[in-house]
């Protein structure tokens, strides 16, 4: 059963912009993380923000959640042309198990 | 270093073969995961598993089987009765939540399935 949806599916920006992905979802979580995936290879973990939180940051990364809406974004400032990747949103069940993929936004960051 | 290995990176096998995918961890993870993803899709869970000796079907596990003897290991097995078995398959761990909060998944680098 498909949980996340990210959007926009593709995305494309010049070298310094700004990206916003977003994920929306259906029923209620525990959590949302997001997850970069480079061409080809495994998924690495970037930020798992919890149902009672509604903003968090790593480094160039920021992640906000919005219960309400059931939505989240992620934001990464000052893009660099090694962001390029797919981008995955995961939300977990109220055991935090159940991990449910989106189908991904890929991220093009053009030198 | 600590991680998650799966081999082997590429596979290629005759339509009617049964496979087996290896995923190993280091991690001291209790829970494992195998997962696929189809080219431009997102990823879809097969099974997962909390314990040794225990493990659940997920979205897609008709034509898979699974089984957890060790802590460390959670081979796959793709077997002939799945239809449309190429894929790129991955493997995933975390640690078991006991309280809500939830824990990251630490993948594999993948096992790209061709078969013809």
């Known amino acids: 059963s498909q949980q996340g949806e990210e959007d926009p599916q593709a995305l494309s920006i010049q070298e310094g912009e700004n990206a916003t992905m977003n994920c929306s979802y259906k029923?209620?979580?525990?959590?949302l993380q997001w997850y970069r995936q480079n061409s080809g290879r495994g998924l690495v973990h970037l930020i798992l923000i919890r149902s009672n939180e509604r903003e968090k940051h790593s480094g160039r990364l920021r992640v906000t959640l919005d219960t309400s809406k059931k939505s989240s974004s992620l934001l990464i400032t000052a893009s660099r042309a090694a962001d390029t990747a797919s981008y995955f949103c995961a939300t977990g069940d109220n055991y935090g198990q159940n991990f449910v993929f989106g189908p991904g936004t890929r991220l093009s960051v053009l030198p | 270093d600590g991680g998650i290995t799966q081999s082997p990176k590429y596979l290629f096998r005759k339509e009617g073969q049964n496979v087996t995918l290896s995923c190993e961890q280091n991690?001291?993870?209790?829970?494992m995961y195998w997962y696929r993803q189809d080219p431009g899709q997102g990823l879809r869970l097969i099974y997962y598993s909390q314990i040794v000796n225990d493990f659940q079907k997920g979205d897609i596990a008709e034509g898979y089987s699974v089984s957890r003897e060790k802590k460390e290991s959670f081979p796959l097995t793709v077997t002939s009765a799945q239809k449309n078995p190429t894929a790129f398959y991955l493997c995933?761990?975390?640690?078991?939540?006991?309280?809500?909060?939830?824990?990251?998944?630490?993948f594999g680098p993948g096992t790209r399935l061709t078969v013809t």
């Open positions: 991690l001291n993870h209790d829970a």
């Open positions: 995933a761990s975390s640690k078991v939540v006991v309280t809500r909060g939830g824990y990251e998944q630490y």
């Open positions: 029923t209620s979580i525990n959590n």
